[in-house]
């Protein structure tokens, strides 16, 4: 059964950085896509960053693009989501999530394949 824990929830002010980390166990997924997803009160789940199995070609989504960046340490089975010039609209429980099919990210496709999720970390961005 595999499992993603994600860590580095926390509450910071608008324009400061945050780090967010995502440990895979019970399955190695270095061969698989994966992504963060966040989801806001009251809103959908919305997809914020994925990365194939290599670490290259990483996709954003445009909320998020030139200010989050998302990596890869394969070695270490872990995810990374570095956030940058946060803003109040990015608060959100955000989610880990692998496609255990998949090596590439599989744009197009309904939560981009992802069957694997996390149980989300809180970001919270507030004066």
């Known amino acids: 059964q595999v499992q993603l824990v994600e860590s580095g929830e926390g509450l910071v002010r608008p324009g400061e950085s945050l780090r967010l980390s995502c440990v895979a166990s019970?399955?190695?997924?270095?061969?698989?896509?994966m992504a963060w997803f966040r989801q806001a009160p009251g809103k959908m789940r919305e997809f914020v960053a994925g990365?194939?199995?290599?670490?290259?070609?990483?996709y954003y989504g445009d909320p998020v693009n030139g200010r989050f960046f998302i990596s890869r340490d394969n070695s270490k089975n872990t995810l990374y989501l570095q956030m940058n010039s946060l803003k109040t609209e990015d608060t959100a429980v955000y989610y880990c999530?692998?496609?255990?099919?998949?090596?590439?990210?599989?744009?197009?496709?309904?939560?981009?394949?992802?069957?694997?999720w996390g149980k989300g970390t809180l970001v919270t961005v507030s004066s």
């Open positions: 019970g399955r190695t997924l270095n061969t698989n896509a």
């Open positions: 990365i194939n199995w290599s670490g290259h070609s990483p």
């Open positions: 999530a692998a496609d255990g099919e998949s090596s590439h990210l599989r744009v197009g496709v309904a939560q981009y394949g992802m069957n694997y």
